[in-house]
């Protein structure tokens, strides 16, 4: 498991989320709940697509922070591998 850190700000009554220390993993929703979901599947695709391509997944950094942020929490990424590679990811409970 990998522990990276999602971070959230409002802009224009949407929640922007973004993976800190995953560059390029960005979503959103209209909810907390809704961004939440979003950006684990965003990290979900960033991961395979980076497995796909052979190329490494970034290693957590947890001193990245945003100071725009209102909210910064952790979001585990779950690798399990066997004849195919399967990848989860779980945002914290609401």
Known sequence: ???YKAAYK???G???GEVLDFPGTVSFGHTLD????????ALLDMAETNLLRGEPLPLP???R?????ELEEP?????R???HLTVDVTAPAA
Not at 34 to 41: D, K, Q, S, T, V
Request: cysteine-free.
């Open 65 to 69: 922070s945003d100071p725009e942020a």
């Open 14 to 16: 949407i929640l922007l």
């Open 81 to 83: 591998a066997g004849q």
């Open 34 to 41: 809704e961004a939440r979901h979003a950006l684990a599947g």
């Open 61 to 63: 950094d947890p001193s």
């Open 1 to 3: 498991m990998l522990t």
């Open 75 to 79: 979001i585990h990424l779950v690798l």
């Open 10 to 12: 409002e802009r224009a």
